[in-house]
């Protein structure tokens, strides 16, 4: 399969990079097998926001459904109206936005007092604004002549019969709730949530508020690996921490496999003494599909399937594991949900920094925007920043994405740059 995926960048993998996977074939591979789960439910709008849309919504009636008035003011017939000078006209009934019956009738040379949102009566083609009149007794003076269809909102100009107005696979939000309710759907059907089960390894782990001994740290992965899954369309299943021991390690796996979707660990995945994840997820009968990665932070991620389950193996630095899941597990999990794909999220950007590396991965450089190039963001790296330094990472507002076969980036030059803000939904 990889032979298939090759890009121009992958000839970039020179020793000691050699038989390393891309990102993107990594990614590939990952979305390859990123079966979207078929099981539904009928969800009521109140509730829908952030789900996955599973079946399309269409409008069984225009929208607008009737012509209504933009603003507040005189429904009118134009054409009733006399050339040059002001133009009276007797005001012969209000009309407000509710439920009427029959439809109001506009005689010649008179005007509705109308509000918004009300319908248009009979024989009126335009809405004075009431700034644009004068009230008299029971009549009003025009302090200009209004054009035909001003400030009237025509059935149908937002949405056509038969209209498809929210695709399957959507994530809604506010507007999408919105339109959704405007055709009168009291409620939606969306996928499932996703399940995923998640652990962190480490027999040096602690969690926040227990004490600590000498040679041991706070679990900062647990809580940044739950903050990352913290989406409405996906369930959290945490099975906590789990020392570096084999049987413990084949146990918390059966679990994860027997409870959820997608399976999510952090750390214990390299070649030390003590990493034991990999031995673990096969002796359980899990089938790797890739092991190591050329990008940087991150080299170590274990993407692969047991039984039903996508399992996903991040590294235990809190720096790579968060930049793993950003720019691979993010996209797996939402092609596992259901969510249409997105397409690129990175964008072109000017370098406000001077940058030397090591060719022979993508490496992803934690940065901050610092203002506007003409028509680009002008983007900042962190100072001294790298995948062990979690609070310098908490500063960043995205990557600077560096080419594999990059050495060096000039203050000036135009860069490739990611945010982290995607699917927070």
Known sequence: MAALL????????????AGLLSVAQALAIGLAKARPVAETELVDLSGVTGRILAQSIKADAPLPRFDYSAMDGYAIDTSSLSAGGPTRLKVIGSIAARRT????????????????????????????AQEDTRCEGDRIILSRAPKPGDNIRRRGEDVRLGDSLVEAGTVMGPLQAGVA?????????VFRK?????????????????????????????????????????EIVDLGSCVDKLSRLRTIFQTAAARADVIVSAGGISVGDEDHVVD?????????????????PGKPLVLGKMADATYVGLPGNPGALFTTFKVI????????????????????AVANFNWK???????????????????????????????????QLSLASGFVVVAPEMKSIERGSQIRWRPFARLEL
């Open 101 to 128: 019956v029959g439809k109001p009738v506009l005689q010649d040379g008179s005007a509705f007092r109308i509000l918004t949102g009300a319908p248009i009566p009979h024989c009126a083609d335009a809405v004075v």
């Open 280 to 296: 673990a997820f096969q002796h359980c009968g899990g089938r790797l599909s890739v092991r190591k990665v050329a990008m940087k």
């Open 6 to 17: 090759r890009t121009p960048t992958d000839a970039c993998l020179a020793s000691p990079n």
């Open 357 to 391: 590396g090591r060719p022979g991965r993508t490496t992803y450089l934690p940065g901050i925007l610092a203002g506007d190039a003409p028509g680009l963001p002008l983007i900042e790296l962190l100072p001294d920043g790298n995948s062990g330094k979690l609070h």
């Open 181 to 189: 309710a405007a055709c009168g759907y009291p409620g939606v059907r």
């Open 194 to 234: 996703l399940r995923v089960a998640m652990f962190t390894t480490g027999s040096e782990l602690r969690q926040p508020g227990q004490s600590i001994r000498p040679g041991e740290i706070y679990d900062a992965n647990r809580f940044i690996l739950r903050s990352l899954l913290a989406k409405p369309w996906i």
């Open 329 to 348: 597990v993010d996209e797996m999990l939402a092609a596992r949900a259901g969510i249409r794909p997105a397409g690129d999220n990175e964008r072109a």
